[in-house]
């Protein structure tokens, strides 16, 4: 397949996953998070809209924006989980960060700009991944036969010399090859090497754009060093392998493209953007910082352009997810211009005790379920009983009423705590089978429980 092909074959595509309907989301959100229809379906329906939009003419489709959304809820009921599971569900350039990043107290040097960066780059490894799939067979058959030379010697003058042998020596070797029976053998083989020292360069505050231009000027001026190792013929293969597939992949294709579907499909879901508004007293202190953070924010939200190493990136169709508690700081007390921009607001509920159970028992990936599965690993298997995790479920609601509200995060405590016990013994308990109970679960809790101020620092 020539190189043009290629590239018209990768323009078409998208990514799989990108179709996926509202309801089917919504059914792969339940997998993992309990409740909180609402917010499934406004998310289900926005990711919806961006494939509806990419069907609509080039005329039709400037005109549609993306409506973005604002998800309150109080902690720990489940926000960020749920784009936790987004990201692995699309097919699609996604990226999750917290607003907070950017306020002076966790200043580590990033501008908001970096967002689009570091999205781009996603988009770029989901690319690559697709393109590598693609000129798989081929790179497979060139490092197969990079690995016949060199094991006959003639890899010296790589595919030049291969004249020289016989063609039955090469097919006899690449049936011992394919046979497995070589994997232990050592090779010499030339590799196109690295940079000399590799090439770093730190990044300053605020100058991440002159970073990413002097080290992309460097790698491309400084040349590779070949140089001849000695490996075994499994990691030669590996080592050929790779090479083949970075000649044979088209990286201008994999940036633009990229970059198209980080402009057309591109989601970021910005967290805690409660943390970022001005609580009260303002004028100077963090409060300024924090509404700097938003200020900056604006434009990227509003659609701007921004420059990457993979080129121009415009934002204005980038879809925003913004979340964040607003315990403290209420929607309107961000700016009026970012309020607007989040037009769809959906309010995720507390969780009850019931949601409790549910959460034990139901998600694929429940607390419990990693709990017998790490267990597992010592020959340990341990056994919830149904009351157990009822009383579980009450116990973590109950502290969240006396104590603190941290939402489903108390049933990681709390569960934590329940077994510890087993947990720290397991080694000697191989082989053996571990009834949790009822009594056991109070038996674990009781003192802690009955003790407010224990409870406060323990669960
Ligand atoms: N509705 C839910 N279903 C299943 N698990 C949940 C649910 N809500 C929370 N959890 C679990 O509780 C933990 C905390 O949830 P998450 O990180 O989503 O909280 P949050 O809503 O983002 O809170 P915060 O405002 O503090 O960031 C996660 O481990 C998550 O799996
Ligand atoms: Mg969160």
């Known amino acids: 397949m020539g190189p043009t092909s290629m590239a018209a074959n990768l323009e078409r595509t998208e990514p799989a996953g990108f179709d996926l309907k509202p309801r089917e989301i919504v059914e792969y959100l339940s997998r993992y998070i309990v409740g909180q229809e609402e917010a499934k379906r406004a998310v289900a329906i926005a990711i919806r809209n961006r494939w509806r939009r990419l ?32 990201a692995r569900l699309l097919n699609a350039p996604f990226l999750k960060i917290e607003a907070t990043k950017f306020t002076e107290v966790g200043y580590v040097g990033r501008d908001v700009e970096s ?20 000129v798989e067979d081929e790179a497979q058959q060139r ?20 004249g020289t042998t016989s063609t039955s020596a090469r097919e006899q070797m690449r049936d011992l090859l394919r046979r497995g029976v070589l994997e232990e053998r050592r090779v010499q083989i030339r590799v196109s090497g690295t940079f000399p020292g590799g090439v770093h360069v730190f990044p300053l505050a605020g100058m991440e754009q002159l970073e990413m231009d002097l080290s992309n000027m460097l790698e491309r001026i400084l040349p590779k060093r ?9 990691e030669a293969r590996q080592i050929f392998l790779e090479e083949e597939r970075e000649k044979l992949i088209d990286k ?4 633009e493209e990229a970059v198209r579907r980080t402009e057309e499909t591109g989601i970021v879901f910005l967290d805690e953007l409660d943390k970022i508004c001005a609580t009260g007293r303002s004028g100077h202190g963090p409060d300024v910082s924090r509404e700097g953070v938003q200020r900056d924010l604006l434009p990227l939200v509003e659609g701007t352009t921004v420059n990457t190493r993979h080129g121009p990136v415009r934002t204005d169709y980038i879809l925003f997810i913004g979340a964040g508690a607003f315990h403290h700081a209420k929607p309107s007390d961000l700016m009026p211009e970012l309020q607007g921009r989040f037009p769809i607001r959906v309010e995720l509920s507390a969780l009850t005790r019931d949601d409790f159970l549910r959460i034990l028992r139901e998600p694929e990936s429940s607390i419990i379920r990693q709990y017998e599965m790490l267990l597992r690993t010592e020959d340990v298997e341990l056994e919830f009983t149904d009351d157990a995790l009822e009383t579980i479920a009450d116990i973590a609601y109950q502290v969240n009423q006396t104590s603190q509200n941290i939402g489903a995060r108390r049933l990681h405590t709390v569960v934590e705590r329940v077994l510890e016990e087993v947990s720290f013994h397991a080694p000697d308990l191989a082989g053996q089978r571990i009834r949790v109970d009822a009594s056991y679960v109070r038996k674990q809790l009781e003192d802690i429980v009955k003790q407010e101020d224990l409870s406060h620092f323990v669960l």
């Open 226 to 234: 070949p140089e001849v190792r000695e490996v075994t013929v499994r």
């Open 143 to 162: 490092a197969e036969n990079r690995l016949i030379d060199a094991l006959l010697g003639t890899a010296s003058g790589e595919f030049a010399e291969r």
């Open 252 to 255: 201008n294709r994999i940036s």
């Open 115 to 134: 967002i689009i960066r570091d999205l781009v780059e996603v988009a770029v490894g989901i690319v690559r991944e697709e393109e590598i799939r693609r």
């Open 55 to 86: 069907q609509l003419s080039d005329k039709e489709r400037a005109e549609v924006t993306p409506k973005n959304i604002l998800m309150i809820g109080p902690t720990g009921v489940g926000k960020t989980e749920i784009a936790r599971r987004l």
